[in-house]
């Protein structure tokens, strides 16, 4: 099982539409959990950290259920500039290092 | 500030060549990290230094590829001996190193192209 998993997508959806991304992870030690965003052949830029009281910044709004080792992410009032991949991130207990899934594509259109 | 910095930002070898990948972090930062974006994959982990040392190698291949963070100067990532498979992106990320903030910031990416 790998250690963080996305759905690959594409998501395709129209301007204004909300979109729910999911992930999930294999080690139920993990303490630290991130959304970062990237865009076709540039760096990852973190979009907003994961905690169990759930946080929103906006129109994101990220969530994390311990218990079934799932964490989401919610993008209400999609533009056309929220078109990228979207990766869910972990660090293991006891590293420094960032576990990254394969990250989920969205595509918004006018 | 300036953000983390890498060049060069594209290079080209030929198999056998070496090739250096250098990454000066953000002012203030002491940690580095090394992660590699094969085509059409995730990032993956490499490695993890704080100034002279390495931290955290478990995701380094055994051989041809060495890393380095000196007290002075930027960190390098070093290939030998390039092979094709090598070509991907290389992200180098810094943190602040204090305790307990675990953010990374990346830089833009070295691209390498194997020919």
């Known amino acids: 099982r790998k250690e963080v998993e996305q759905d690959p997508g594409p998501f395709n959806v129209p301007e204004g539409a909300t979109v729910a991304f999911n992930c999930t992870y294999s080690?139920?030690?993990?303490?630290?959990f991130f959304w970062y965003r990237q865009d076709c052949r540039k760096e990852p830029k973190l979009l907003m950290s994961?905690?169990?009281s759930g946080n929103e910044d906006g129109r994101f709004t990220a969530q994390l259920n311990r218990a079934s080792q799932y964490i989401s992410l919610l993008i209400r009032d999609s533009k056309l500039s929220d078109s990228a991949t979207y990766l869910c991130?972990?660090?293991?207990?006891?590293?420094?290092?960032?576990?990254f899934g394969t990250g989920t594509r969205l595509l918004v259109s006018p | 500030n300036a953000g983390v910095m890498q060049n060069p930002r594209h290079l080209v070898r030929r198999r056998g060549q070496e090739a250096r990948l250098r990454c000066s972090p953000m002012?203030?930062?002491?940690?580095v990290y090394w992660y590699r974006q094969l085509p059409e994959e995730g990032l993956k982990f490499m490695v993890y230094?704080?100034?002279?040392?390495?931290?955290?190698e478990s995701g380094m291949p055994k051989e041809r590829f060495s890393a380095e963070f000196p007290k002075e100067g930027p960190s390098i990532l070093r290939i030998q001996q390039v092979v094709r498979g090598d070509s991907a992106a290389y992200f180098c990320?810094?943190?602040?190193?204090?305790?307990?903030?675990?953010?990374?910031?990346f830089g833009p990416g070295t691209r390498l192209l194997v020919l």
């Open positions: 991130v972990v660090i293991p207990p006891g590293f420094q290092k960032l576990v």
């Open positions: 994961v905690y169990s």
């Open positions: 230094l704080q100034k002279e040392n390495i931290i955290d």
């Open positions: 080690n139920s030690a993990s303490q630290s």
């Open positions: 002012k203030g930062h002491s940690h």
């Open positions: 990320a810094s943190s602040p190193g204090d305790r307990g903030e675990e953010t990374q910031y």
